[in-house]
Structures are given as C-alpha cells and as structure tokens.
C-alpha cells in the first residue's frame, strides 16, 4: 500500500455535492440510520476541522474528542465553512510529513498513514452519504474509491461497531463505488424515503 494518497479527488466530489444541497433537504434523513443529511452536514464540519488537524499533528482539542453526532441544528454557513475546510484539509494531507509517525483522532493515537486513510474514506462514505440523502449523483474516481476498498476491506465483513456496519451483498459486476459502498455497511440502492 502506498503511503500517501491525494485526498483532492474525494475533496472535489465532496464540494461539488455540498453544491448541490438544497437547505430543504436538511432535514430528511440520510443512509445513516438515525441521522439527518442536516446533522451528516455537521459531522462534516467538525471531522473536516479534526482531520486537518491530525495531519499537522495538531493534537488538542480538535483531535481529542471522539466523534459525536452534532444536533439537529445546522449552523449557519455551513457551505462556507466546508467549502473552506475541504481545500486546507486536503492540503494538509499533502505534505509528507503528515504520513510520517503517529497522530491522533477522534481520541485515539494511530499511525499517521491510517488517520490519512480515515480521512479519505470519511470524504468519500460520507460524501456518498449526503449524494444520496439530497437525491444526486455522486463521482469521484477509480483511484480514490480503490484505497477506501482497500482500507474499509481491513474491518470485519460483520460490521464494527462505531465504524461500520455489517457488509452488504452485492453482485461480483457491482461498480467500484456500489463496492465501497456495500463494503462499509451500506445499501448502495437507498434511496430517501418520501
């Protein structure tokens, strides 16, 4: 596995989705059982803050907290904060040396290569995620979506708690992203209920 990954792609489909949500669709639900594509929004905000972070070895609050479901609520320029977030997250993961030794995130130390992978396959579930709760496409490239199926295969097909769920079955001609999709606990046909 190669050490570093460009986190640029997952970055862009990201914004681009983020684009393309309606506030109206804030509050329908999301892939995430329980979760709100407005509270998926959040999540977003604050792993993208912690993220950053871990990558310039930042350890402090941002990193320490483990990862909470936000309220209902979406704050106030939301948009902008991710549009913001994103590009410094992405860039932060560029350097060399955020790959190097170890860091932490969401309370919890871990070789620095597996928190860049985290952060990538957070990017891409999650940005798949708000795609399908705001009912769009969502595309990011083979590349990308070949280290999150390389780094989600690593857990357990049964699920694990916190992280995924049980992977669901899908056909051998699935697309690369129904993969990762379905590795990572998810239904790749969910669709919003109406």
Do not use: I, N
């Not at 993220?51 to 320490?64: C, H, Q």
């Not at 955020?98 to 932490?104: C, L, S």
């Not at 795609?131 to 083979?142: I, L, P």
């Not at 995924?164 to 056909?171: L, R």
């Amino acid at each position: 596995m190669d050490t570093m990954v460009d986190l640029e792609p997952a970055g862009r489909a990201l914004l681009t989705t983020v684009e393309g949500v309606l506030e109206s669709r804030l509050c329908g639900h999301s892939p995430c059982d329980g979760v709100s594509a407005g509270e998926l929004v959040q999540h977003l905000c604050g792993l993208t803050l912690a993220f950053r972070a871990a990558a310039d070895k930042e350890l402090g609050p941002l990193t320490d907290a483990a990862p909470t479901v936000p309220g209902p609520l979406v704050e106030p320029g939301w948009r902008d904060t991710l549009e913001a977030q994103v590009p410094a997250l992405v860039e932060a993961w560029r350097s060399p040396s955020a790959w190097e030794g170890t860091t932490r995130a969401g309370g919890t130390d871990l070789p620095a290569q597996v928190a860049g992978r985290v952060a990538l396959s957070e990017l891409v579930l999650h940005g798949w995620d708000l795609a399908r709760a705001t009912e769009q496409e969502y595309v990011v490239d083979d590349a990308t979506l070949g280290a999150v199926l390389e780094h989600v295969g690593q857990f357990d097909p049964k699920g694990t708690p916190g992280l995924f769920g049980p992977a669901v079955p899908v056909a051998a001609e699935a697309t690369l992203l129904d993969q990762v999709v379905a590795r990572s606990g998810r239904a790749p046909w969910w669709v919003p209920p109406h």
